[in-house]
Every structure is written in C-alpha cells, then in structure tokens.
C-alpha cells in the first residue's frame, strides 16, 4: 500500500466528516511531504490529547517509509 493511501486511510476512520479529508504528496529525493487537510471540527481528533494522535500517525507513516528507504514529514494544514 502506498504511503498516501495508508495516511489516508488511517485518518478516515479516525473523523466524523470522512469525505474531506484530503492527502497532498510531495515527493523529494528521499523524503517525501504529506500534507494533510480535514474538516474543522475534526482537527482536534487528528492531533489528540497532547498530540499522542498526530505522533501515532507519524510513527506508522515512517515505519510504512522506511521499508522504502523514505523518511516521511506528515503536516497538519487548515
């Protein structure tokens, strides 16, 4: 499963609005940019109390990453 897909998928199950979240993928060399868009009201379940979401997410994206010798930045936009 591709990176994007994975992210994705993850964060649908997670909001109450499922239909607007939106991944953008940004490929570099080695590192690759996901920019993550979800409706307002869901931004607060995404990151979690104190964050522990957000990082949870971050951990499996890299882990999924590092099988292809990626690193992965995961961003939060509004």
């Known amino acids: 499963m ?7 998928y993850i964060v ?11 991944v953008r ?10 920019e993550l868009g979800v409706h307002e009201a869901d931004i607060g379940k995404v990151i979690g109390k104190k964050g522990v979401t957000i990082t949870a997410l971050r ?7 590092g099988k292809a010798k990626r690193s992965i930045i995961l961003e939060l936009t509004e």
Do not use: F, H, N
Not at 25 to 34: A, C, F, H, M, Q
């Open 25 to 34: 993928e940004t490929k570099g060399i080695s590192t690759t940019v996901l």
């Open 2 to 8: 591709e990176i994007r897909a994975l992210a994705e």
């Open 59 to 65: 951990t499996i994206l890299s882990a999924a990453a």
């Open 12 to 22: 649908k199950a997670l909001v109450d609005y499922p239909e607007q979240v939106v």
